[in-house]
């Protein structure tokens, strides 16, 4: 059975519907594109967040690495309590912004809820000197943190802003890991005198504190240095050496980034054995080699990079 062709010039039902659809799509399409150009000009007009200090702190220094589990949390620890051993007269806090995994309340060695003041601001916990405050203080150990962004950014925003800190001369935050809301949320909502890297020196842990020593110039935060963490392994009997993560990786990218090196931390079971029992090693030895070539440069001799961050912050408040 011979089929005829449908005659010239007509167009079949499912032409006619597929060319309604297309001009459908493109009528939402262009309307799409004009709202979203509409958003991003309401965004864009309304300018990045205005800094607000933290009542009664004076100064904000910021512990950040881009990867996870390279000693963050530990350096951060020790440089709050090598802050408050270089000057009896300075009081210190040490806030713990990493809500999925905070780590402070362990390797300060403090447990239990923060009691409310009249105003309803949470007190901070206090060991060895340092006011402290940690997500791990409003849940229970083991229980994990299962929040969506909004809620986290929340938790971050309630932990700057309702706790009674008294008066800090410095409050050290340890950051999580990466680049994400809440570094960006900190970064832009309190003046930070200025961020320390943490860094191992295997390749992929530089890649990613390459990006968050970018990030935070981006936001205007002056960056005191770069610390290479379990830079090099002694065995305690025939004190060979090993680059178990590889060598000198660190003080490459801080060359490539123009930044000082702070400290050289070696891999050693006395930092590691000091936090997990609640007493960092600043505090439980003081007197080591881990201590006196590290930690207390990145606070007490590294006053180069200190001071230079203090005078690129007055010209930024001189810009703005």
């Known amino acids: 059975m011979r089929m005829e062709k449908a005659p010239t010039g007509r167009r079949s039902t499912a032409d ?6 297309c001009e459908n799509c493109s009528i939402s399409s262009s309307s799409g594109d004009e709202a979203l150009r ?3 000009a309401r965004i864009l007009s309304r300018g990045l967040p205005k800094q607000k200090p933290i009542e009664g702190v004076k100064q904000v220094v910021v512990v950040a690495s881009g990867k996870g589990g390279v000693g ?6 020790n440089i709050a309590l090598a802050l408050a051993a270089n000057d009896s007269a ?3 806090g040490l806030l713990d912004a990493d809500i999925y995994g905070p780590s402070i309340p362990k390797m300060m060695n403090l447990k239990g809820n923060p009691e409310l003041t009249p105003k309803n601001l949470m007190r901070p916990l206090k060991n060895y000197g340092i006011a402290c405050m940690s997500m791990g203080f409003l849940i229970e150990e083991t229980a994990p943190v299962v929040w969506r962004g909004l809620m986290v950014m929340s938790a971050v925003e309630k932990l700057l802003r309702q706790v009674d800190w008294g008066q800090l001369d410095y409050l050290v935050i340890d950051m999580p890991p990466g680049t994400g809301d809440v570094q960006l949320s900190v970064s832009q909502n309190i003046p930070i005198a200025g961020a320390v890297i943490v860094s191992t020196p295997q390749d992929v842990a530089l890649l990613d504190a390459h990006k968050g020593a970018e990030m935070f110039r ?6 005191l240095g770069l610390v290479q963490n379990m830079s090099v392994f002694q065995c305690p009997k025939c ?7 590889g060598t000198d990786g660190v003080r490459d ?3 490539t980034l123009g930044l000082d090196i702070l400290g050289d931390v070696p891999l ?3 930092i590691r054995e000091t936090c997990d029992s609640g007493q960092p090693v600043v505090i439980s030895q003081p007197q080591s080699d881990a201590v006196k070539l590290t930690i207390l440069r990145c606070t007490g001799s590294s006053y180069g990079p200190w001071e230079r961050s203090q005078k690129q912050n007055r010209c930024l408040e001189g810009a703005s």
């Open 16 to 21: 006619s519907a597929r060319t309604s659809l």
């Open 38 to 40: 509409d958003k991003r």
């Open 72 to 77: 963050k949390s530990t350096t951060a620890v």
């Open 90 to 92: 300075k009081e210190v």
């Open 218 to 223: 981006k936001v205007h935060v002056p960056v």
């Open 239 to 245: 004190k060979h050496e090993t680059h178990i993560f």
């Open 253 to 255: 990218l801080a060359k």
């Open 268 to 270: 050693h079971i006395n």
